[in-house]
């Protein structure tokens, strides 16, 4: 297994499908074209990769806060469903916290709805903590 950086259309195009099993609200079209918006104020697409599969994926943000100094916060979290139970999520935030560390970063965060259950035993048990009950309004 490997990690990369999506940095050319070609990637974003192939990673899409196993984003997409996140956000079905998108097309490829759509998914690719927000990316790239994103990407103009410092997203990025971390992908675990192995014999040419896209084990995992996962967007992140590098920033500065007061509560939490230098950090990433991970955005959009998915493992192929293929490939899940199979070590790519371990693998790749094992990769985060070596990045975030060789970047000075203090923390890692992220969101997780409340019914993803699976999900939260992962991030507990890779040592993650609940912080803070997230808020938030559509307006």
């Known amino acids: 297994m490997k990690v990369k950086i999506a940095n050319s259309l070609d990637e974003l195009k192939k990673i899409s499908p196993v984003l997409l099993q996140l956000r079905p609200q998108y097309s490829e079209e759509t998914l690719i074209a927000q990316i790239q918006k994103q990407q103009a104020n410092g997203y990025q697409i971390a992908y675990v990769e192995k014999n040419d599969h896209i084990l995992c994926v996962a967007g992140f943000v590098m920033s500065m806060k007061l509560a939490w ?71």
């Open 69 to 139: 100094e230098k950090h990433i916060y991970i955005d959009d979290l998915v493992t192929a469903e293929a490939h899940r139970s199979t070590g790519a999520g371990k693998f790749i935030i094992d990769w985060f916290k070596t990045y975030a560390k060789k970047n000075d970063c203090k923390q890692l965060h992220l969101d997780s709805g409340v019914q993803r259950f699976a999900a939260h035993k992962f991030y507990l048990r890779e040592g993650f903590s609940i912080k803070s009950h997230h808020f938030g309004m559509n307006i």
